[in-house]
């Protein structure tokens, strides 16, 4: 079947840090791959996306690439700010139309 | 655009009381989403609507929960009787389906946050 797996939070970073956020996929086909982001108190919003492989999904300084040779899709920012502290959700687009989200790795970002 | 909007932000009930969420849309989507999040079970997609009609509704955990959508504006989530494994965030979310396809930018209300006592 269809399903994410995130490195476990929370990761604790000091400003200007570099980011990565591991995440892996298995998947029948060819999904579509997203990264959502979950701020305190709100709802999930897309931060970035990449629909086939090798594209390279970016936004707000994040990147990701889509890597099919090793089913990943790892999220990285050069400098995190104190303002990039949320919840961050992979997911990935089946052909079923249902979006399959990872458990979410939680992000702290200190001064 | 107000996006998508729930209510009530937060309920705390008792155990075996029923409990009712209400989700607005953003105008013009067609599809609509009910989710879970806990922190043993992440986020969990209990059923979604496409057309005002439910289409998948496996992830409903058991009968006591059920789903309407009476019109493409509104939407609720019922629970009756409510128990205390019920607590979690629910997530209204919604999207815009073209050709029958649904989309993967969905749009995520606030949440509710429920405690069941």
């Known amino acids: 079947g269809n399903s994410v797996t995130q490195m476990e939070g929370p990761v604790t970073l000091s400003e200007e840090a570099f980011l990565t956020i591991n995440c892996t996929y298995t998947?029948?086909?060819?999904?579509?791959l997203f990264w959502y982001v979950q701020y305190p108190g709100e709802g999930l919003q897309l931060l970035l996306k990449a629909t086939k492989a090798d594209d390279k999904g970016s936004n707000k300084g994040f990147e990701a690439t889509y890597r099919k040779e090793t089913t990943s899709f790892h999220l990285e920012k050069g400098s995190v700010q104190v303002s990039d502290s949320a919840v961050y959700f992979c997911?990935?687009?089946?052909?079923?139309?249902?979006?399959?989200f990872g458990q979410g790795t939680e992000l702290s970002v200190k001064p | 655009d107000a996006g998508v909007i729930q209510s009530p932000r937060h309920e705390v009930t008792e155990m075996g009381q029923e409990v009712t969420l209400r989700c607005k849309p953003i105008?013009?989507?067609?599809?609509l989403f009910w989710y879970r999040q806990t922190m043993m079970r992440g986020l969990e997609l209990l059923i979604y609507f496409n057309n005002n009609v439910p289409i998948d509704d496996s992830g409903m955990p058991e009968d006591r929960f059920s789903a309407k959508m009476p019109n493409a504006s509104f939407s609720t989530l019922k629970i009756q009787p409510s128990e205390p494994r019920d607590s979690a965030v629910y997530f209204c979310?919604?999207?815009?389906?073209?050709?029958?396809?649904?989309?993967?930018?969905?749009?995520f209300g606030p949440g509710t946050r429920l405690t069941v006592t």
């Open positions: 105008s013009g989507h067609n599809s």
């Open positions: 997911a990935l687009y089946n052909q079923g139309g249902k979006l399959i």
């Open positions: 979310a919604s999207s815009l389906a073209i050709g029958g396809r649904l989309s993967y930018e969905q749009y």
């Open positions: 998947a029948t086909g060819y999904p579509s």
